[in-house]
């Protein structure tokens, strides 16, 4: 890592943590122009076996944040998986993608590679962001139009001024416990061991699950392909098993020398690390207080089972950096913030919803649930209804049903796609410069899609005066006919206006090509001057 610079006296956002939401939170800031301070207690990136498994919503967020290209470079895309019961298949998935898509539905990498990829970003705008290793937040005083943050380091300690704290210190976040605030929910007993080894294969990308299998009887196991030859494997403990035991490697080598041999992957391979885990279900009832705000596992810790524990954090990030960007550079309301609480617990409330499910199914609780889970593995085998009951129900974004700031959806548009609240959907359109996706648009401003019938009309002249950018989905530039079909104006010739937010969301729409009430929509939730 770099020398370590003088921490400043005072900062608009004091970022506490700097794992991978608060590196990202840092890089979308600095997007918008606004200046943070990342204080991270470690002397670098994570080690071990984290996250694995980032969604495509969080490859354009990441993309967003300056570290595209690198984990582009690097990943592993994968689209879909299989499930195994004792030797047999009994399920094959595939997740929603077709070749326009700009991100594989999913990608496999490790969590340090994603810190040090969104930390290079950091370092082309040093003058937006200083990240201070080695160096931790002690002690956390609100003070009025501001926090004042108590920090220790190698040289001693010291108070640091923010004008807005954000606690990214992760499960046994110091912010929380010094507001004196406790995550709500429930633990699952069920413990698993987390085994990554390195050995090289050429079997393709996928998430495979096994129930029972003959190599391990009576355990779940999962594995997913890393990049650098490194094999992720899952698997269950027993109830009676002890845990410190199951971490020695001569307890790990046979349970996984076991399983390669039954999948036949024989090439010599090397134990990297094992850790234990299990899952939890908790979150904050609310991410504001005061002048302190709470993303990513600081805020809610659900189960890695459907992946949402990174890519929740990373969606609290894209919610939270424009509209901090705007409380602090633009003179909106602090109260906006409340929407970051109100719309990121709800998503937490249907993650945990979700991760439950998939615990349940992966780590059966109780006798009940494992032979529930039996008979539908049973079932499964011939009946393919059945099936979606094993699917792992993998991340995907939330839509925002009851925040405040959705907008109106005015005449008539196709039910289902691109309402308010709902993410925006991705389409590959046709620009002078050459073919480019929808989403590149997003990330800093707020956006309104112009479907028209001919011309730019020159009234869009004040969308773009009122801060709006304008995009002008012609039918020349929505070449494959996705942008109409996915916002859901499918007649030719239909008008209408879709205003998105910067963390591409749907906020509004309106048919027609009037850019007046998309103005007043702003106005009136106060998100413009
Ligand atoms: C085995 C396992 C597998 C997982 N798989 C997935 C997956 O495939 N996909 C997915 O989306 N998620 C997955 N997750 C979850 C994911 O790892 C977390 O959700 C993610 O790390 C949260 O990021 P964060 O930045 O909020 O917190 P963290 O990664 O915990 O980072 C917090 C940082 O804050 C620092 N810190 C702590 N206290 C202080 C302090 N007082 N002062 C300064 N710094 C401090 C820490 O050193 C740390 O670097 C998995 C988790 C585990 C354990």
């Given at each position: 890592?770099?020398?370590?610079?003088?921490?400043?006296?005072?900062?608009?956002?004091?970022?506490?943590?700097?794992?991978?939401?608060?590196?990202?939170?840092?890089?979308?800031?600095?997007?918008?122009?606004?200046?943070?301070?990342?204080?991270?207690?470690?002397?670098?990136?994570?080690?071990?076996?984290?996250?694995?498994?980032?969604?495509?919503?969080?490859?354009?967020?990441?993309?967003?944040?300056?570290?595209?290209?690198?984990?582009?470079?690097?990943?592993?895309?994968?689209?879909?998986?299989?499930?195994?019961?004792?030797?047999?298949?009994?399920?094959?998935?595939?997740?929603?993608?077709?070749?326009?898509?700009?991100?594989?539905?999913?990608?496999?990498?490790?969590?340090?590679?994603?810190?040090?990829?969104?930390?290079?970003?950091?370092?082309?705008?040093?003058?937006?962001?200083?990240?201070?290793?080695?160096?931790?937040?002690?002690?956390?005083?609100?003070?009025?139009?501001?926090?004042?943050?108590?920090?220790?380091?190698?040289?001693?300690?010291?108070?640091?001024?923010?004008?807005?704290?954000?606690?990214?210190?992760?499960?046994?976040?110091?912010?929380?416990?010094?507001?004196g605030l406790q995550l709500e929910g429930t633990q699952y007993e069920g413990r698993y061991v987390i085994v990554d080894i390195v050995q090289k294969?050429?079997?393709?990308?996928?998430?495979?699950?096994?129930?029972?299998?003959?190599?391990?009887?009576?355990?779940?196991?999962?594995?997913?392909?890393?990049?650098?030859?490194?094999?992720?494997?899952?698997?269950?403990?027993?109830?009676?098993?002890?845990?410190?035991?199951?971490?020695?490697?001569?307890?790990?080598?046979?349970?996984?020398?076991?399983?390669?041999?039954?999948?036949?992957?024989?090439?010599?391979?090397?134990?990297?690390?094992?850790?234990?885990?299990?899952?939890?279900?908790?979150?904050?009832?609310?991410?504001?207080?005061?002048?302190?705000?709470?993303?990513?596992?600081?805020?809610?810790?659900?189960?890695?089972?459907?992946?949402?524990?990174?890519?929740?954090?990373?969606?609290?990030?894209?919610?939270?950096?424009?509209?901090?960007?705007?409380?602090?550079?633009?003179?909106?309301?602090?109260?906006?913030?409340?929407?970051?609480?109100?719309?990121?617990?709800?998503?937490?409330?249907?993650?945990?919803?979700?991760?439950?499910?998939?615990?349940?199914?992966?780590?059966?609780?109780?006798?009940?649930?494992?032979?529930?889970?039996?008979?539908?593995?049973?079932?499964?085998?011939?009946?393919?209804?059945?099936?979606?009951?094993?699917?792992?129900?993998?991340?995907?974004?939330?839509?925002?049903?009851?925040?405040?700031?959705?907008?109106?959806?005015?005449?008539?548009?196709?039910?289902?796609?691109?309402?308010?609240?709902?993410?925006?959907?991705?389409?590959?359109?046709?620009?002078?410069?050459?073919?480019?996706?929808?989403?590149?648009?997003?990330?800093?401003?707020?956006?309104?899609?112009?479907?028209?019938?001919?011309?730019?009309?020159?009234?869009?002249?004040?969308?773009?005066?009122?801060?709006?950018?304008v995009l002008d989905i012609a039918p020349d530039a929505d070449v494959h006919g996705q942008a109409r079909m996915r916002y859901g104006l499918p007649?030719?010739?239909?008008?209408?206006?879709?205003?998105?937010?910067?963390?591409?969301?749907?906020?509004?729409?309106?048919?027609?090509?009037?850019?007046?009430?998309?103005?007043?929509?702003?106005?009136?939730?106060?998100?413009?001057?």
């Amino acid at each position: 890592m770099a020398p370590a610079q003088p921490l400043p006296d005072g900062i608009p956002v004091l970022i506490a943590g700097g794992g991978p939401v608060g590196l990202a939170l840092a890089a979308l800031l600095a997007r918008h122009g606004v200046r943070s301070l990342v204080l991270e207690a470690d002397a670098g990136y994570c080690t071990g076996s984290r996250a694995i498994c980032i969604s495509r919503r969080s490859q354009e967020i990441l993309a967003t944040a300056g570290a595209g290209d690198a984990l582009a470079a690097k990943a592993l895309p994968w689209t879909g998986g299989r499930s195994f019961w004792r030797n047999q298949q009994v399920l094959q998935f595939r997740m929603p993608s077709e070749p326009t898509e700009r991100f594989a539905p999913m990608v496999n990498i490790q969590q340090y590679h994603v810190e040090a990829f969104v930390h290079e970003a950091l370092q082309r705008v040093p003058e937006l962001v200083q990240v201070a290793w080695s160096t931790r937040v002690t002690g956390v005083q609100p003070a009025g139009e501001g926090v004042d943050v108590e920090v220790a380091d190698a040289t001693g300690t010291r108070r640091i001024r923010a004008d807005w704290l954000v606690a990214c210190d992760g499960g046994r976040s110091t912010v929380r416990e010094q507001l004196g605030l406790q995550l709500e929910g429930t633990q699952y007993e069920g413990r698993y061991v987390i085994v990554d080894i390195v050995q090289k294969t050429k079997r393709p990308v996928e998430r495979l699950a096994w129930f029972d299998p003959p190599s391990n009887p009576g355990s779940t196991l999962l594995m997913h392909r890393q990049p650098d030859d490194v094999w992720r494997i899952d698997y269950q403990l027993r109830d009676d098993e002890d845990g410190a035991e199951a971490l020695k490697a001569e307890n790990i080598l046979p349970r996984v020398r076991s399983h390669l041999a039954m999948i036949g992957e024989d090439a010599p391979w090397e134990l990297l690390w094992a850790s234990m885990y299990n899952a939890k279900c908790l979150t904050l009832p609310a991410y504001r207080h005061g002048r302190v705000l709470f993303a990513g596992d600081a805020a809610h810790l659900v189960p890695i089972f459907g992946v949402r524990g990174l890519n929740s954090g990373l969606d609290d990030a894209a919610n939270l950096a424009w509209k901090l960007a705007l409380v602090l550079d633009a003179g909106a309301d602090a109260a906006l913030l409340d929407s970051y609480s109100q719309e990121r617990v709800q998503a937490a409330r249907e993650n945990i919803a979700y991760g439950a499910k998939s615990t349940e199914f992966m780590a059966p609780p109780d006798f009940a649930f494992r032979l529930m889970r039996e008979a539908t593995l049973r079932v499964a085998m011939d009946d393919p209804a059945v099936r979606s009951l094993i699917n792992p129900r993998q991340s995907a974004p939330v839509a925002y049903t009851g925040t405040p700031l959705n907008g109106p959806q005015q005449g008539a548009w196709a039910d289902g796609v691109a309402a308010p609240g709902q993410p925006a959907p991705e389409a590959l359109l046709q620009g002078a410069q050459g073919a480019f996706h929808l989403t590149q648009c997003f990330g800093t401003e707020f956006t309104c899609l112009v479907f028209g019938d001919g011309a730019l009309p020159h009234a869009m002249a004040d969308l773009a005066a009122g801060g709006v950018a304008v995009l002008d989905i012609a039918p020349d530039a929505d070449v494959h006919g996705q942008a109409r079909m996915r916002y859901g104006l499918p007649e030719d010739g239909a008008t209408g206006l879709v205003l998105v937010r910067p963390d591409g969301y749907v906020m509004g729409r309106w048919r027609g090509l009037d850019p007046a009430p998309v103005l007043a929509c702003l106005r009136e939730k106060g998100l413009q001057p």
